[in-house]
């Protein structure tokens, strides 16, 4: 970062911001000095309490109701934040969903729903905000994708394909919009400690010291990590950076010789 508030005077749209990573990131980018607008699906208290903590940091923020993965609450959203007149600096794709089904066991309803949430939503939210973008003279999307898009799991077949779509989508957009002054990049998140997370572990029964042996740093990352890439790719300090996934992981696990 080239200051201590490089944002100041942006506005960013994070989707799925309500809790989680995306309650991370909006406080991340709210202490650099952006605006923010707070997109959730559910738990509307816990929305309500990040825009609150927003405000509380001397920033504006605006909370929005929409599923991503509904075209037509995704196009109502962007009508209400152009209404709003604030512009658009930055999207954040963080929006997700996520379930284990075999391939076998996966149905159609299934399916559609984690490509629609995971994939469909990020591209049309990217198209709607390219020309409020454009306006301000440029700006930067940043999706979220997963280890999963890149290595696949077993049992995600639906999750995987999906974010596997949103790396792709991410590389085309960035050599399309890069004449738009529109700069685009992905994270692939590895084994993240968000809330969601640990109460996901905590009633499978799993111990993530356990889950983390293969990682070479030797733990889960936390969201505050995932945000620190994400406001890196939204600032000047990425200015030439454009088209890329990066994985925030902890390290690659490799197959070899046993070191210890």
């Known amino acids: 970062m080239f200051s201590d508030r490089p944002f100041v005077g942006k506005t960013v ?4 911001s309500g809790r989680g990573i995306g309650r991370a990131l909006a406080l991340h980018f709210a202490r650099l000095g952006a605006d923010v607008l707070v997109n959730f699906l559910r738990h509307r208290s816990s929305a309500q309490a990040t825009v609150d903590e927003i405000i509380s940091l001397g920033q504006r923020a605006w909370l929005y109701k929409a599923n991503i993965g509904d075209l037509d609450a995704l196009n109502q959203m962007f009508d209400q934040i152009e209404a709003l007149g604030t ?3 930055f999207l954040v794709c963080n929006a997700a969903s996520g379930y284990n089904r075999s391939v076998l066991e996966q149905k159609p309803k299934g399916w559609d729903w984690s490509m629609n949430i995971n994939a469909r939503g990020a591209f049309f939210a990217a198209k709607r905000a390219v ?4 306006k301000r003279g440029g700006g930067a999307i940043v999706n979220i994708s997963s280890n999963a898009g ?3 799991v077993k049992g995600g077949a639906h999750y995987s394909s999906a974010k596997a779509a949103l790396q792709m989508f991410t590389t085309v957009t960035a050599a ?3 004449r738009y002054g529109i700069r685009a990049n992905c994270v692939a998140a590895g084994m993240i400690a968000s809330p969601r997370s640990v109460e996901a572990w905590n009633a499978a029964g799993l ?6 042996r293969t990682i070479p740093l030797g733990r889960p990352g936390t969201p505050d990590e995932i945000a620190n ?3 890196f790719f939204a600032s000047d300090a ?4 454009t088209g890329q996934t990066v994985a925030v992981n902890g390290g690659p696990s490799l197959g070899g010789i046993a070191l210890d």
């Open 13 to 16: 749209l994070i989707t799925g």
């Open 150 to 152: 890149t290595t696949g």
């Open 238 to 241: 990425a200015s030439y950076i």
């Open 207 to 212: 111990d993530p010291s356990t889950m983390a």
């Open 131 to 134: 020309p409020i973008m454009e």
């Open 176 to 178: 399309e919009w890069g």
């Open 87 to 89: 512009g658009l600096d």
């Open 229 to 231: 890439m994400i406001v």
